[in-house]
């Protein structure tokens, strides 16, 4: 979901949404029903991927004036922003769906690792740290949107679960 408004003594006449990875046609235009300074687009990735939107906003002082001005921006949505961070408070109720995975090493520091996280996930850096435990490991968990499933990343030094 992707929400846009603007200063209060304006309305949105409407939202252009570009983007080759999520539209069939590349583009998406979001009309509001009534004046309004806030306009809301849903976004739904079907796979994995980085998602570049190029968005264009028509803004004006008068729901049916003529003269809007448009304002340009570009949003990367990053590769794995269906995926919620699980909470200890949460987990409990996932914890049946862990009982596969797989483990490797990879010849990465764990620094790299969480830095990969944090633009991929798309979670604070600061949030992470909330995650390690003493033996300098962490225990993450995602819930998946798409299909309710969780993934869970155990990193310890440069080994991976």
């Given at each position: ?86 909470r ?5 109720q996932y ?16 620094d ?50």
């Amino acid at each position: 979901m992707l929400i846009e408004s603007s200063e209060r003594m304006t309305i949105i006449k409407c939202a252009v949404v570009i983007s080759e990875q999520l539209y069939k046609g590349e583009t998406f235009v979001q009309f509001p029903n009534s004046e309004t300074n806030k306009i809301v687009v849903q976004i739904k990735n079907d796979k994995d991927m980085n998602i570049n939107l190029h968005i264009k906003v028509l803004v004006g002082t008068s729901f049916y004036g003529k003269d809007f001005q448009v304002f340009e921006f570009n949003k990367i949505i990053p590769k794995y922003c269906f995926y919620i961070l699980l909470r200890d408070d949460i987990l409990t109720q996932y914890k049946i769906y862990l009982k596969q995975g797989v483990s490797l090493k990879i010849n990465q520091r764990l620094d790299r690792l969480l830095l990969w996280l944090e633009s991929n996930f798309y979670i604070p850096f600061k949030e992470l740290a909330t995650f390690k435990s003493n033996n300098n490991s962490y225990d993450i968990r995602f819930l998946s949107l798409r299909t309710d499933k969780v993934l869970q990343i155990f990193m310890q030094d440069n080994k991976v679960k």
